[in-house]
């Protein structure tokens, strides 16, 4: 414990000087050059934990998070970047492989690629190595950053911009936490994809894309299934645009088709949100409405796979931050608030209800593993309600700090299929960053 205290002591004062001075000044600048620039990042996060099985148990633990990054760039057009990770958890209950891939992984790499820009004098940039995939809003694909260890790929990436536009064309595997060995990548887990983003018009995104997830080797994805092989096409749409009045949007669709084994997949996922600032008001609130379906398998037994698959996503964002849903078999319905009380502080709040798309299919965690499901099929599809409250300061450019609070209120579907104590999750975190 002594480790935890030491680490956040080191962390304030490095981060205290920087949130009472109104310049504060990156200590790296006197060995920074044109030619290498280094990056430091440290976290740390007190999590309390209650009832997260349903049940009556607790655990409070200390995750802490260190980073730290060169940007090599030794002739023009040409840029490395490497990042070691270090990420430890301290005082849990936490044992076994769950420990290694949500919370530890001890000085490892976690990106480390090459960029070649400007390839035949075109507007093109090549990306080899090690390296974080974030696409949209990362609901399906993301460096998913609020786990300790987060998460990377090994890829090659070849990318053509212009001031409109943007295409990125992908090969890649993911990486596997291993934290007593150097992490390797899923060399049977295969992973190829197409994303286009056109900005043409102002304050408006539309994307388009394509993901291919191909499997060597039998897996379970949903609940019921037998493991097998997948060769599987993810395609879809996000539209995301504001307006000066007030009014923002959002709405993705993306569909799955494919082989599981000797059967079919056939799988469905839509997002739709609509927000209003109101600017004039000296706290700048914004309301919001969320819905998100993602479908199940409705006969889990004949072979094919109705649950959609949430490939790499980071769901912690968006389906309820106490990370008991994620985008699978589920329709979430989120009605929200978010407003800025004094400067540098953004106070958000929303209410989840959610309800299970199919009862024959399980609930799937943030993590999306089935936690919970009923064998008759019996069950109501309700799984309960979720309230969220998060705070967030910006002390300056490079220190921020956050405080969040979540209770699960849970539905007759978990008091139908075993024990049903309201979980509780508050949390504490502090990030520096030059």
Not at 67 to 79: K, Q, S
Not at 88 to 99: D, M, Q, V, W
Not at 101 to 106: I, T
Request: proline content about 3%; aromatic content about 14%.
């Amino acid at each position: 414990m002594k480790k935890i205290y030491l680490f956040l002591l080191l962390l304030l004062g490095l981060g205290f000087p920087l949130a009472v001075s109104a310049e504060a000044v990156n200590p790296l600048d006197g060995i920074n050059n044109d030619t290498v620039q280094f990056g430091l990042e440290a976290r740390y996060r007190m999590e309390y934990r209650s009832s997260f099985d349903f049940d009556d148990a607790s655990d409070v633990f200390h995750l802490s998070r260190v980073r730290l990054n060169a940007n090599i760039t030794p002739v023009e057009n040409v840029r490395i970047f490497i990042q070691a990770q270090d990420a430890r958890l301290y005082e849990s209950n936490f044992k076994g492989p769950i420990r290694d891939a949500l919370f530890e992984d001890r000085f490892d790499l976690r990106q480390g690629y090459i960029e070649l820009k400007n390839i035949f004098e075109l507007p093109l940039t090549v990306l080899v190595g090690r390296q974080e995939l974030s696409y949209g809003e990362e609901r399906l694909v993301g460096g998913f950053n609020w786990s300790n260890v987060a998460q990377s790929f090994d890829a090659l990436r070849l990318r053509h911009e212009n001031e409109n536009f943007k295409v990125d064309i992908f090969a890649a595997q993911k990486v596997i936490t291993e934290d007593d060995h150097f992490n390797e990548r899923d060399h049977k887990d295969n992973f190829y994809g197409i994303y286009g983003t056109w900005t043409k018009i102002k304050n408006h995104v539309v994307d388009v894309y394509t993901f291919i997830r191909d499997t060597e080797n039998a897996r379970r994805f949903s609940r019921a299934e037998a493991p097998a092989t997948m060769d599987e096409v993810t395609f879809g749409t996000r539209l995301k645009g504001s307006y000066e009045q007030g009014w923002d949007y959002q709405i993705e669709i993306a569909g799955q088709a494919g082989n599981y084994g000797s059967g079919d997949i056939e799988a469905f996922a839509l997002i739709s949100q609509v927000g209003y600032t109101f600017k004039e008001c000296p706290t700048t609130p914004r309301l919001f409405f969320e819905y998100a379906h993602a479908s199940g398998d409705d006969d889990p037994g004949d072979g094919d796979r109705g649950t959609f698959d949430n490939l790499y996503p980071t769901n912690h964002l968006y389906y309820g931050w106490a990370d008991f849903v994620s985008l699978q078999n589920i329709n979430d319905f989120e009605f929200g608030f978010d407003f800025k009380p004094i400067k540098n502080l953004k106070v958000i709040c929303s209410l989840h209800l959610f309800y299970l798309d199919e009862e024959e299919d399980a609930l799937y965690n943030a993590g999306r593993a089935p936690i919970r499901f009923d064998s008759t099929a019996k069950a109501s599809s309700t799984v309960g309600q979720e309230l969220d409250i998060l705070a967030k300061y910006k002390f300056n450019n490079h220190l921020w700090g956050m405080l969040g609070y979540s209770h699960f209120f849970p539905g007759s579907f978990i008091e139908d299929t075993g024990s049903s104590q309201d979980p509780d999750f508050l949390y504490v975190q502090l990030k520096l960053k030059y």
